[in-house]
């Protein structure tokens, strides 16, 4: 069955950077794209970013742009998100998500960052 | 960027009541509106795509419909499992905006 599996949350400084993954299994990685969400502890749901099939295109939030990059290695059915310049804002448990024809069908368990000094 | 707006925010109801959900876009997205559910703790669940296709596994209770702008999500006979949080999404240009959210609980 499809298993996706985030990791690389934790306690970080604002100003500093953290790299997120997602291993993925139960479906060929390769053939679909993928996306990042967070959620503040209390909010709604925020789209952070997408990345195709292959990783040539890729989408992003206004208020992660220049700061996140998403990025995917097939080789190893992994996800990445690098954050870098966090800002307390940036707390939140982020969520990695398959997408099937424009449609996020699964999704991992998410993992919690917290941005505090 | 594409904005959505649920309403209600929140909405409390009994067991067997109908239950309907709004999102409006502040463009139009195509058939590329999804709604998902979401309870503490959980991850969200993908309920709707394309406005209107049910997810595998999800009850027939369910249902979306709409188009253009203004999209719906409805719950026929509410049941215990259903209290949760539901969000729209558009996923026709980035950014793939969802909705606030609507958060459905128990009268």
């Known amino acids: 069955q499809v298993q996706l599996v985030d990791s690389g949350g934790g306690v970080v400084q604002p100003g500093t950077s953290l790299r997120l993954s997602c291993a993925a299994s139960?479906?060929?990685?390769?053939?679909?794209?993928m996306h990042w969400v967070r959620q503040a502890p209390g909010k709604g749901l925020e789209w952070l970013a997408g990345?195709?099939?292959?990783?040539?295109?890729?989408g992003y939030a206004d208020s992660v742009k220049g700061r996140f990059t998403i990025s995917r290695d097939n080789s190893k059915n992994t996800l990445y998100l690098q954050m870098n310049s966090l800002r307390t804002e940036d707390t939140a448990v982020y969520y990695c998500?398959?997408?099937?024809?424009?449609?996020?069908?699964?999704w991992g368990q998410g993992t919690l960052v917290t941005v505090s000094s | 960027d594409i904005q959505l707006t649920q309403s209600p925010s929140f909405l409390s109801a009994s067991v067997g009541d109908r239950v309907t959900i709004t999102c409006r876009a502040s463009?139009?997205?195509?058939?590329?509106l999804a709604w998902y559910q979401q309870k503490p703790g959980r991850a969200p669940k993908l309920l709707i795509y394309?406005?209107?296709t049910l997810q595998s596994g999800v009850p027939s209770r369910i249902s979306g419909s709409g188009s253009g702008t203004e999209f719906t999500l409805t719950i026929s006979s509410l049941q215990p499992e259903d209290f949760a949080t539901y969000y729209c999404?558009?996923?026709?240009?980035?950014?793939?905006?969802f909705g606030q959210g609507t958060k459905v609980e128990i009268k």
């Open positions: 998500a398959r997408e099937t024809h424009r449609r996020l069908d699964s």
């Open positions: 139960g479906f060929i990685f390769s053939y679909q794209a």
């Open positions: 990345i195709s099939y292959d990783g040539a295109n890729e």
């Open positions: 463009q139009g997205v195509r058939n590329y």
């Open positions: 394309d406005v209107s």
């Open positions: 999404q558009q996923l026709n240009t980035y950014p793939w905006m």
